[in-house]
């Protein structure tokens, strides 16, 4: 248990993050301090060197002053008391006798200097040395080189300050990289839970509607981050899927309900058919009305068809050169007797022509089905008009009545599929004509617009671009 959770926690990102986080900070932290220790060795070095420069100077200035005397007295002023175990001095004449040292007790088996150069000339040419000395914890940092023109003088100094400087450095480093490399794997990995945080949010909520809970979201902050705009676009991929899954819903919904009835009255009548001593011209009245219905089923299940077909974009439009005036001249011919039985007036305010490119059969179908509402839903003495009006790139085709009118509540639901008004149930019709009439305009790249007072009337608006860009018909 315990194996495969640490076999599971080696594959997060989350671990992966905070190795990463350690190493980089480590890394850059040793790479620093190896910048910082070199310089300071360099530095302190320098310092050390420029010292003794200035002392060997003083040393020639001694000499000038008061010659050889001024210079072995200076020496053993220099080294009086414990001095002489910090510093150490020797003087040679310029032949390279040794003239005098300072007190060399501290200073075990103290090589002879390095005579290339600096025996002759001016402190300018003094070379320098540093020394490692058995029984000394320390090293020394030696100048050597001429004071004047009879003597020549070595002057050494223990580097312990220095190299105690320098060894408080490089502990105080180490102490510092322990503390990052022992807090910097908790804080990076406390930080790297923090930032994929929304990650596990979003895995969590996808794993909750697998199993089932549709209605899940995850959580979103106003941090306005990379985590936050996933989780935005992850929760309308949901609202979108929720709400294509309850429409598929309600439509096998409807359609189940709506398939019941004719099923059910084709079946009744043929009970009652077969059960009493019925006439041959009741079979023939049996036979036309299952006729009837069949026709009506087929229509439902083949305007299903045709609306899923346009929906999906697997339509391919029939696309010629139309003119609207006639498509909707023609519906109003057809349409003219039903207004007449209704006693409803028929108008049409139209221009000569209105051409556009689009499919025929399917802008018919369009106007028929607009216009057939129209008259269904006005009473007599109501008034149906058609108006055509060509703008630049697209035409508006309206189709507006007098007629009961939709209530606000009822109206954004009027294009679903099977969607029908509480008072409209008694009228015939299926529900479908709307929801066809958009597919088919949002086919061509058009819309179908809808406003509505109750008791007062609709108009209903098509906007249909002049030329289709999409799913053309070669
Ligand atoms: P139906 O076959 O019921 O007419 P539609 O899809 O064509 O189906 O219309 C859906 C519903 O919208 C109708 O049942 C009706 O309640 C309402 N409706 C459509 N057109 C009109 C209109 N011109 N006036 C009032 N209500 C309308």
Known sequence: MFLEKLHRLRHTLALRLTAWYAGIFAASSILAFTLVYTLMVALVQAETDEDLKEDLQEFA?????????????????ETQGVAAADVFLRLWSADGHLLMTSDLASWPELPDPDTSDGREGDTRQASFATLTLPGREYGARSIYGAIGLQAVLQIGESLEESEEFLEALREGFLLVLSAIILLGGPIGWFMARRALRGVEDVRRTAMEIADGALDKRVQTSYRGDELDHLAQAFNIM??????LILGMREMTDNLAHDLRSPVARIRAAAELALSSGSTKTDWETLASDTTEECDRLLEMIN????????????????LSQIDLVEIVTDACELFQTVAEDKKVTLETDLPQHCL???????LQRVVANLLDNALKYTPARGRVTLGLIDEERRVRLSITDTGVGISADELPRVFQRFFRCDWSRSEYGNGLGLSLALAFVRAHGGDISVHSQLAEGSTFTVLLPRSPRANRVA
């Not at 200035?61 to 002023?77: A, P, Q, T």
């Not at 305007?303 to 029939?318: F, K, N, P, Q, V």
């Open 61 to 77: 200035s001694f000499l000038r002053l008061g010659g050889l005397d001024r210079v072995k007295r200076e020496i053993l002023l």
């Open 238 to 243: 949901l609202d979108r899927i929720q709400a």
């Open 303 to 318: 305007t299903t068809l045709d609306i899923a077909e346009a929906e999906s974009g697997a339509a391919r439009l029939r």
């Open 356 to 362: 556009i490119q689009g499919d025929l059969q399917r």
